[in-house]
């Protein structure tokens, strides 16, 4: 069985950000690197602070469209239910942290001991550190 995320990034500025991957991974490498043009990669969005798992794609697509539709107030209770302090839940996630636009298309492991967020692994989440 698959496993889909749906997830919250922010910024310094707590800016936020919501968007949903089969891949977390993956998702979140792109957002840290600013690989790819867009609102992450304009506002410096790349703090993971909230994510929950749903084993079904629509399941995961609705709760994203969900949280969209919440007000900011709404959304932030949602992240400091879980993440009071708005720590990167994924800090220790890469042996390096990647630099913005980088050119590599390679990213370095997770360490060992880190979570394994690629979507096959129903039993992961948490949503603190």
Not at 34 to 42: M, N, P
Request: glycine share 6%.
């Amino acid at each position: 069985m698959r496993t889909y995320f749906v997830y919250v990034l922010a910024n310094e500025a707590r800016r936020l950000y919501v968007g949903v991957t089969r891949d977390l991974e993956r998702r979140l490498w792109e957002h840290k690197s600013g690989s790819h043009d867009g609102y992450t990669a304009a506002h410096g969005v790349t703090k993971l602070v909230y994510f929950e798992a749903a084993q079904d794609v629509r399941t995961a697509i609705a709760r994203e469209k969900q949280l969209k539709r919440w007000p900011r107030a709404r959304k932030v209770r949602l992240i400091e239910d879980g993440n009071a302090g708005w720590l990167d839940l994924a800090i220790d996630w890469y042996r390096s942290q990647p630099t913005r636009r980088t050119t590599s298309t390679q990213r370095p492991l997770a360490p060992t001991g880190a979570p394994r967020l690629r979507g096959d692994n129903p039993s992961c989440c948490a949503t603190a550190g």
